[in-house]
């Protein structure tokens, strides 16, 4: 990539922002992010992360893209994944290990399912959104 | 198929307590006779944190939020809610401003966690700029270089109040002018990742979840400064950290948002990565910069302060993670928004690591200002286990523990320091009537004496001192004049010690002597300690009118301590017993208890 002039890094910032913000709106392929900070991958992150390539894999579905990230601070039910999926609301779950892994492929992603007792809260409010 | 609404109720220990399974049930039935069974689905979650006024029922994907929820009101969400979407205000948090108040982000209880450091964790992938770049990233780089002089950009930071949160809560903008007005030349701009204390992990989650926001703030304090040169220290026990910094400073440098020429700007600045091994001291600036030259970590007198003779002799600027973390913040939304978070004398939000006997151990973030309770109970999620609060430390092995009648204070650094502890860093660990305080000043003793760099001999003789005399008091052995002598090194180390480490060593053991004197008296007198922590000053007893002298514990007693003959009472002999428990475990009985 070549060098970026302020121009081009407010065109990058604009394009990535409505990218990012897609993951809001309905038209958007389903997305599942994997919280892969140190306490995500010690309480067993990677196996879930892996869980979930494998059944989707499997499961031939194309449309699901699967992201990590850091911390989201629920340390007490790592691993975290949070399932954005067109038309339903916006869920993050705890304790994911490898078998709800597969149930949020099989169950939510889906059968547009929730799945029992595994449903957390977000921490706190978005403070670059609500500027 | 899909859902149209989703029925979230609360499967936590305490909403489950407050008939939670009730209340699922009657959403199952009301539904089925609503004829909704097949567009609303009802699930049990995890604890959604608000204990306080469970049950709790949410309705997505509205996001509204019932509070205090019993099985009867179940009929009237389905009739009113879900059949007519109308929002049932008398279950609402606060009925009167029920209009406003449906949605959870707008309950207090949710607001009291305010995510500026923390803003990216768990939002984008910390391995892609792109992320970083579209929630407003490198825009505060724009700004500065192309908007502000220097001096502006000091002035903000002076402005904002924004204070170092490495412990010390010394202003970053002053610390930026000193650096500023040395005359011009090779300056350097480090950020101290050292991040040593034990239970302290919020540098490391910041670097993990979002280190392009520590690149950019490092960029704009060596535009303000003069520095073209900047270093992270930080520890090798952070692969993941250092992996993502690498990553993200080559992305910056592709980009050309590192380097020469930074947009074109006509700015140049460069981050290498530093790798401590380890050492709690090389936290201490002083000694940071030393091991950054590769000498061996260790302090030295100030002044001359880093800032006008630091790395190399250069006046360097040496900010801490979290600090560095709220800077493109502060620049992009100005220090007006800054300063009106917070308390009359520390502005912004802290970051804790929310760790021991409580709940909901994690990362929060909160207001400066906040009150223990809050954080310990509303966000925390209460002790576990359902035991009773003792106490809480703050600021790991320097800092004090604070006990039940100032939970209510509002935490700043002022407020802290006046209850006998500090800031810190950020650790945050709960203790319930389970913990020993003995014990605990025993545990950061140990680990301050291990650490200790052995140049000054306060720290060094003192903090042994202290150790053995601790040691003597758990095991049993201590007097009242133990605790007098304790009292004057705890002093002679405040005064004398040559760096932090050693000045603030004896804080757990002197908050401990001032808030629970009458523990170190139990140990001391009646050679009991309370929590059964100290392992010495228990005494195993058989019951004789239990034993049935079945023999069993005389057999697994590996240190002969227990004797007696078949079908007749045993005895422990306690100046043989080693305090094992494993007599108590075997005896099938329930003969042998401790105490």
Known sequence: ?131 | MAYESYVLVCGGTACCSGGADKIIEAFANELEAAGLKEKVQVVATGCLGFCEQGPIVKILPQGTFYVQVKAEDVKEIVAEHLVKGRVVQRLCYDPEQAKKLVAEANIPFYQKQYRIVLRNCGVIDPEKIEDYIARDGYKAIEKVLFEMTPEQVVDEMLKSGLRGRGGAGFPTGMKWKFAQQQPKGQKYMVCNADEGDPGAYMDRSTLEGDPHSILEAMTIAGYAIGASKGFIYIRAEYPLAIHRLEVAIAQAHELGLLGDDILGSGFSFDIELRFGAGAFVCGEETALLQSIEGNRGMPKPRPPFPAVKGLWGRPTVINNVETLANIPVIINKGADWFSKIGTATTKGTKVFALTGKVNNSGLIEVPMGTTLREIIFDIGGGIRGGHKFKAAQTGGPSGGIIPEQFLDTPIDYESLAKIGSIMGSGGLIVMDETDCVVDIAKFYLDFTVDESCGKCAPCRIGGRKLLNYLKKITDGRGTEQDIKDMEAICDAMNKASLCGLGQTASNPVKSTLRYFMDEYMEHIHDKKCRSGKCSKLIQYKIDPAKCKGCTMCARKCPAGAISGTVKNPHVIDQTKCIKCGACESTCKFGAISHG
């Open chain 1, 1 to 131: 990539m070549a060098k970026l002039t302020l121009a081009d890094l407010r065109k990058m910032r604009e394009e990535k922002q409505k990218a990012l913000d897609m993951r809001d709106s309905s038209n958007k392929d389903v997305q599942v992010v994997v919280g892969m900070g140190t306490c995500g991958i010690a309480a067993g992150a990677k196996d879930t992360f892996t869980a979930l390539i494998n059944t989707l894999s499997e499961k031939g579905l194309t449309n699901v893209l699967v992201r990590q990230t850091g911390c989201m601070g629920l340390c007490h039910s790592e691993p975290t994944v949070e399932v954005v999926v067109p038309g339903m609301p916006t869920v993050i779950y705890g304790h994911v290990d490898a078998a709800t892994a597969k149930d949020i492929v099989d169950k939510h992603i889906v059968g547009h399912e929730l799945i029992e007792g595994k449903i957390l809260d977000k921490p706190s409010i978005d403070i670059v959104k609500n500027a």
